[in-house]
């Protein structure tokens, strides 16, 4: 099936590391993911009292600990789909007085013992930043501020001081709100036209400005680059909103389909024609307002999902947090992960948020089970260590490598691969994915002007077998090993890259 290029087995891929060639700084919030009330990814997923590691707040501290090591930095909530149909006020005030909802987008019931307030008392013990999501499908402006001024006003307001009775005397900061999720697609409940949700997101921005200047606000962009609309969305949304808002959102999910594996690993080729697409529409925008200010990119949500296999599920009904969405991801999908982490580096001038949809079991790289273990799945390895290694300075990557052909991407590079000088130390992290499903793939580096002397590590994420995964019954089953044969001498360093690997090399 594989269709190798006519490059011979020893054809070296090559590229050249400059200080002075940058793509510009990262931003800590470019590794964020994403909590949905969806399925089990917060209740038996973070949340779960009774559990034998559940913490006074019924949060999992097994769960809590694989977050802290995955390095997120910022969590976007409460969804999705689900926000849209969300009020805000059901998850507030005493759990035992909340009310049960049916939750339209994804035809479960929800309790409500999870809401706002343990929401912020989450994503502060795992040492992370709140994502807020404004309902703005069957919701507005009014509903939007009034959330504001309970979650961020200090006091003296009927709001804020019912934020106070509730038992939060301190305020709880939220900087970064999305104005609604995914207001293009026909599936999502409140679904509006570009220019309907443009006025109502430019209403919105410019009221909650009225209460704080300073917050950072996302507008939706296209949930995907394959919405008929694409492209003419973004346009008539920021022709309302360019001078209010500080991002726009962007979604994408991948999958294998059809046995096209060849393909599959080249889906960042969509993701970097995505971000550059949008690019190219918000620097048009603001040419024709003659605006000097740049819109950066939120990419929202993104992963590998297994879509098509959730499309031929039977219709939910109205379960309590159904199993759902559960993708046992292989090692193929975490090279994906992979390269998908060096696509959002390789756009860091621009990309200056990004959520890996989501965090726990739901298409997640962590899993549970209710009263169980927690464990990490095969994708929980390249997301973390891009956390861990990715900041600093992406340095400009123009490969030179031997190119195969798929049959959605035509002729497509067998390396992919990005750069991140770290300034304070320098000390220098490349991380490189291998495309080839069968062949090595030796790499070489030249290293202008780095004042880098040795490997201190280089790691490798591959199997020989491409479907091996991580599992309940075998949690360590696919797990980062050691490169063999990499080696620097005379400003050049030399690897060989195993065969669809993902791989991070460190130098100092």
Known sequence: MPQIPSASAAASARFTLDPAFAVGEVNPRLFGSFVEHLGRCVYTGIHEPGHPAAD???????????????????????GGNFVSGYKWEDGVGPVEERPRRLDLAWRSTETNRFGLSEYIDFVRKVDSEPMMALNLGTRGVADALELQEYANHPSGTALADLRIGHGDKDPYGIR???????MDGPWQTGHKTAEEYGRLAAETARAMRQIDPDVELVACGSSNQSMPTFATWEATV???TYDLVDHISLHAY??????DRDSFLASAVDMESFIENVVATCDHIGARLKSK????????????????RYHHAEPLNWEEAPRLLEDNYSVTDAVVVGSLLIALLRHADRVTVAC???????????????????WRQTTFYPFAQAAAHGRGRVLRVNVDSPAYETAVYGEVPLLHATAVLDESTGAVTVFA???????????????HALPVNRVVEHTVLADADPEARNTLTDPERVTPHPGEGTALADGALSATLEPMSWNVIRLA
């Open 356 to 374: 890996l949809a989501q965090l726990v079991n739901v298409i997640a790289p962590i899993m549970t089970e209710p009263g169980g273990p927690a």
């Open 176 to 182: 970064l709100w999305c104005l609604g999720n995914e």
């Open 433 to 447: 994915v291998n495309r080839d499903q069968h062949r090595p793939l030796p790499l070489e580096i030249a290293l």
């Open 293 to 308: 200010k740049k819109i950066n990119l939120s990419f929202d949500e993104w992963n590998v999902w297994y879509q098509t």
């Open 254 to 259: 991948y999958e294998e389909r059809d046995g």
């Open 238 to 240: 920021l022709r309302e």
């Open 56 to 78: 006074e707040a019924g949060l999992r501290t097994d769960v809590l600990a694989l977050i802290r090591e995955l390095g997120v930095s910022v969590i976007r909530y409460p």
